[in-house]
């Protein structure tokens, strides 16, 4: 049985970021660009701690990991020896009489919609085939000789700097090469939001392991990942793994496995774990006519390194923790929409209201922020009453508000009251750094 979606239509989650400045359309004054996007000034902040607590995780916190940022635009050949030009397709169909075009694995679904609607049955043309990437010319000239193309995935930029790493650092097998940065595909539909888009971000990272170890690899990283996803707050009633059928394969993957949501449009997936055997490295090492390989430096042994693969979509980890943490309830007959975003995530980790704006409450509240501000990302706020200034800060997530009030002026303590259990208290504020790493839990 599928479990409870935390929001019945993506509908609400669309209104709550477009109005508290999480996500914007892209170029909104001029009637919008579908599939495309712009993070507002909470939304920078959500996606910063999200890329961050993947860095801590996968690069920061490890011995065996280091980082990389490869240009977005790289040799065609690249893409040539990656299988990208000739084989990077989607089948296309065309409606004969709407015109409307969709992947083909996707009109099952426009066909449902359209009954559910009432409207008149499509009618399908051949399928034919649709390139995904993104082709642009370098250089003063738009011609064959200077085509390129925008990265469709952030992967190769990792193998092809597979030597620069090996000579540059003193890493040994096993180890990964870990990498953020945006990619481009030039969907044929793109639809629920930021779960598809044109131009999107990446955190990937390649996982180098001896041959024979790949398995025992693939199962940590299938399990680590679901696991980030918990630590940091998702339900794991809305989380699994989806493995892959031998017919779903890639020619190259001995495995691939789904980290998949339950969203309110049922479950999908939000990070892949492949299996990749050596395929890409011996690819490119046959195309650049260069040598890329692992020896090893005690029994001289060469080796070209299996790779294991998890790759996570920035946008759709955003969406998915959004989506999660919305919750809507009941307090004192009235209701209280709150995002209970793990506090690592947390655009802001608290807010500083005064209660009234004189008495010398703005100044001491704005002295209070400017200390804060030192260590945690905060919000001062001194427009309307109390109650809908803890509203605001429970619907975009803020862990901790900090009020200043009459007893403050006296005996410098404030109230603090925490977002998800609302409970109050009287804190000093030379104590308020030890209370609020107790609420954020770091």
Same mark, same amino acid.
């Given at each position: 049985?599928?479990?409870? =979606? ?12 477009? +109005? ?15 599939? $495309? ?43 040539? =020896?990656?299988?990208?030009? *000739?084989?990077?397709?989607? &089948? ?5 009489? %709407? ?13 449902? *919609? $359209? ?17 995904l990437m993104f082709k642009t010319h370098l250089g003063p000239m738009e011609d064959s000789a200077n085509a390129v193309y925008l990265r469709p995935e952030? =992967?190769?930029?990792?193998?092809? *700097?597979?030597?620069?790493?090996? !000579?540059?650092? /003193? ?15 030039? &969907? ?7 779960? /598809? ?16 170890? !790949? ?30 059928? =031998? ?8 495995? $691939? ?20 055997? !050596?395929? !890409? ?45 919305? %919750? ?28 009234? /704006?004189? &008495? ?17 990302? %905060? ?11 803890? +509203?605001?800060?429970? &619907?975009?997530?803020?862990? $901790? %508000? ?16 925490? /977002? ?23």
């Open positions: 049985m599928d479990p409870i =979606a935390s929001v019945s239509s993506m509908e609400t989650i669309v209104s709550l970021a477009r +109005r508290r400045g999480f996500v914007f359309p892209s170029s909104e004054i001029y009637g919008g660009l579908g599939s $495309c996007y712009d993070y507002g000034p909470l939304g920078v902040e959500l996606k910063r701690n999200v890329k961050d607590a993947w860095w801590r995780s996968m690069v920061q916190l490890r011995e065996d990991i280091v980082g990389l940022d490869a240009s977005i635009i790289m040799h065609p050949r690249v893409w040539e =020896a990656s299988g990208h030009v *000739n084989c990077f397709h989607d &089948e296309l169909v065309e409606c004969t009489f %709407c015109k409307q075009r969709a992947r083909i694995d996707h009109v099952d679904q426009i066909e449902e *919609n $359209c009954k559910a609607q009432k409207k008149s049955k499509c009618v399908w043309g051949e399928p034919r085939q649709f390139n952030t =992967a190769q930029g990792i193998f092809v *700097n597979f030597n620069n790493v090996l !000579d540059s650092t /003193r890493v040994k097998l096993p180890f990964g090469i870990a990498q953020q940065g945006k990619s481009f595909r030039n &969907e044929i539909t793109t639809r629920r939001f930021t779960f /598809r888009m044109a131009e999107f971000e990446q955190m990937e990272m390649e996982y180098f392991v001896k041959p024979g170890e !790949d398995e025992k690899w693939f199962t940590y990283w299938r399990n680590a990942r679901l696991e980030w996803f918990k630590d940091l707050g998702v339900s794991k009633e809305r989380l699994r793994h989806r493995d892959h059928a =031998a017919d779903e394969l890639a020619h190259y993957s001995k495995a $691939c496995t789904d980290v998949e949501y339950f969203f309110p449009f049922g479950w999908s997936e939000i990070e892949g774990i492949a299996s990749r055997s !050596d395929y !890409d490295l011996k690819q490119h090492a046959e195309h650049s006519k260069k040598e890329l390989i692992y020896r090893d430096q005690v029994s001289n042994e060469k080796v070209v390194p299996y790779v294991i693969e998890p790759a996570l979509g920035t946008d759709r980890a955003i969406l998915t923790f959004l989506v999660d943490a919305y %919750c809507e309830e009941e307090l004192d007959g009235n209701s209280r929409v709150v995002l209970k975003l793990h506090p690592r995530l947390a655009p802001y980790k608290a807010a500083i209201f005064p209660l009234l /704006r004189k &008495e010398g409450h703005p100044e001491k509240a704005q002295e209070i922020t400017k200390i804060i501000k030192e260590r945690y990302n %905060c919000f001062y706020d001194e427009s309307g009453n109390i109650g809908r200034r803890y +509203r605001r800060q429970d &619907e975009i997530g803020t862990p $901790c %508000c900090i009020t200043i009030d009459h007893q403050t002026m006296e005996d410098d303590t404030v109230t603090t009251r925490n /977002r998800d259990t609302l409970e109050q208290k009287r804190v000093k504020v030379s104590e308020l750094f030890s209370e609020l790493g107790e609420v954020l839990g770091f």
